[in-house]
């Protein structure tokens, strides 16, 4: 992908972000570093970065995203939605100490806070666009922001395989048991994530929060929608949408 290719997208895709519009044309990066050069690009022109999501993949390179501090919320807080928005109930970590560079710790439990998150989930993207994968990539893997909850402050740095957790929508069940966190270790995610990310913008720092992948799915709700969720042993998240 030529750096004039590289920036014509990564300028669509801001001002999808900035003005909540979807591209339906664009050239699709040919490769992972051209994925990387139009996320940071265009990350560069949202602002602050509020942590990561990853994704493991069959090779070993993870999808993996940042997350713009200007979508993230509080918990309880409300989020306007233009038709529908994705929620995902996940086990988060946040950095509590810069990491050692370019390994992950012997000791996570020194430089991690587990916690429960919610990630909201939109789109920048439009027509055939909206389901190629390389461009869900580029677009941040359609992240549209997260949500904090409760967490653990004294970790033991056990791993969250299979997860109790319950999720509700307006009163009513959207996800409820044991469910799993994709691939079956949130901590190999996080792993993943050290492992790959160096640098890309801006890398982990403390203070951040990374996403482990969702553990109900891909639910999608409308205004008028209550969402609350708890994953047992780590906490409580929620948000209203209007």
């Known amino acids: 992908m030529t750096t004039s290719a590289t920036e014509t997208l990564a300028a669509a895709l801001l001002d999808a972000h900035v003005n909540g519009t979807h591209i339906t044309e664009a050239?699709?990066?040919?490769d992972r570093a051209s994925v990387l050069a139009v996320q940071s690009t265009v990350m560069a022109g949202l602002g602050d970065v509020a942590g990561f999501k990853v994704g493991a993949q069959p090779d070993d390179l993870p999808i993996m995203a940042?997350?713009?501090?200007?979508?993230?919320?509080?918990?309880?807080?409300?989020?306007q939605v233009q038709g529908?928005?994705?929620i995902e109930l996940e086990v988060a970590f946040e950095v509590i100490r810069d990491l050692p560079e370019g390994q992950f710790p012997e000791d996570p439990a020194a430089y991690f806070r587990p916690?429960?998150?919610?990630?909201?989930?939109d789109t920048r993207l439009g027509g055939a666009l909206a389901?190629?994968?390389?461009?869900?990539?580029?677009?941040?893997?359609?992240?549209?922001?997260?949500?904090?909850?409760?967490?653990?402050?004294?970790w033991d740095g056990s791993d969250f395989g299979t997860v109790q957790a319950l999720m509700t929508a307006n009163g009513e069940?959207?996800?409820e048991g044991a469910l799993t966190v994709p691939g079956g270790s949130a901590l190999?995610?996080?792993?993943?994530?050290?492992?790959?990310?160096?640098?890309?913008?801006g890398g982990l720092r403390k203070g951040h929060?990374?996403?482990?992948?969702?553990?109900?799915?891909?639910?999608?709700?409308?205004?008028?929608?209550?969402?609350?969720?708890?994953?047992?042993?780590?906490g409580t998240v929620g948000c209203t949408l209007t």
């Open 27 to 30: 050239t699709i990066p040919a």
């Open 66 to 79: 940042p997350i713009p501090a200007r979508y993230c919320l509080e918990t309880g807080s409300t989020r």
């Open 84 to 86: 529908r928005l994705g």
């Open 115 to 121: 916690r429960v998150a919610l990630e909201m989930v």
């Open 131 to 154: 389901d190629d994968p390389v461009m869900k990539f580029t677009d941040f893997q359609n992240t549209a922001g997260l949500i904090p909850g409760s967490g653990l402050d004294a």
């Open 173 to 175: 069940t959207a996800a």
């Open 188 to 201: 190999a995610n996080l792993r993943l994530l050290v492992g790959a990310l160096g640098t890309h913008c």
């Open 209 to 234: 929060i990374v996403l482990t992948g969702s553990v109900c799915g891909l639910p999608y709700f409308g205004p008028g929608t209550v969402i609350e969720a708890r994953i047992d042993g780590l």
